[in-house]
């Protein structure tokens, strides 16, 4: 009987030494921000997307698509890689919009949006593009079957057990200055 008691209290010493210690459950860092401040970058601007993921090579992938700026709404894709911006060229890219949602689609690598507005004042769109960083390439997503009414300021998720995109709510109308004057709470799945 004593010797069980010295093996736990041996075991419960040596589980509680580390975390006593500031071993291999040490607390984690204060959280913290910083600029990067890289030469090279996107101009200011609101309603842009942005996505992060592994891409097909292996390295990470950041991809931001469009955007607003001072009532001029872009079509304009970058990616960055550490400390550097780079503006990309596709041959083909979805049209100007703001306020869309891109997720990242992990089983393909690639970047996935859909909708926005094209100004502030709408139209809104509901079409659905792909963006591949290693060929440079958007191809929009047709025969889909139904789908989502236009929207913009809406939510997506990838969902990586389903393989799948969830498509939450959403403005679908909008007044002269950005605000949303009809909402959706339809819940969608695209499988791409």
């Given amino acids: ?26 607390l984690a860092a204060a959280p913290s921000m910083s600029n990067l401040n890289p030469p090279t970058r996107p101009s200011s601007r609101t309603g842009s997307v942005v996505v992060a993921g592994v891409g097909a090579d292996g390295g990470e992938q950041e991809v931001l698509f469009g955007g607003n700026a001072l009532l001029n709404t872009n079509a304009q ?6 400390n550097n911006w780079s503006q990309r060229a596709p041959p083909t890219a979805p049209g100007a919009r703001a306020w869309g949602v891109m997720t990242w689609d992990a089983s393909q690598r690639r970047a996935i949006l859909f909708g926005g507005s094209t100004d502030l004042n709408g139209p809104l769109l509901q079409d659905t593009w792909a963006f591949d960083p290693l060929t440079d390439s958007w191809v929009q997503l047709t025969n889909m079957g139904a789908v989502p009414p236009a929207r913009f300021l809406s939510a997506m998720v990838y969902v990586p057990h389903l393989q799948q995109h969830l498509l939450f709510g959403g403005g679908t109308a909008t007044s002269s200055n950005a605000e949303a004057t009809a909402l959706d709470n339809g819940l969608w799945t695209l499988s791409v």
Wanted: proline share 6%; aromatic share 10%; charged share 20%.
């Fill in 1 to 26: 009987m004593e010797r069980q008691k010295t093996t736990r209290v041996r075991c419960v010493r040596a589980f509680l030494a580390p975390l006593l210690l500031g071993g291999c459950c040490a």
């Fill in 77 to 82: 894709t970058w990616t960055y890689s550490p």
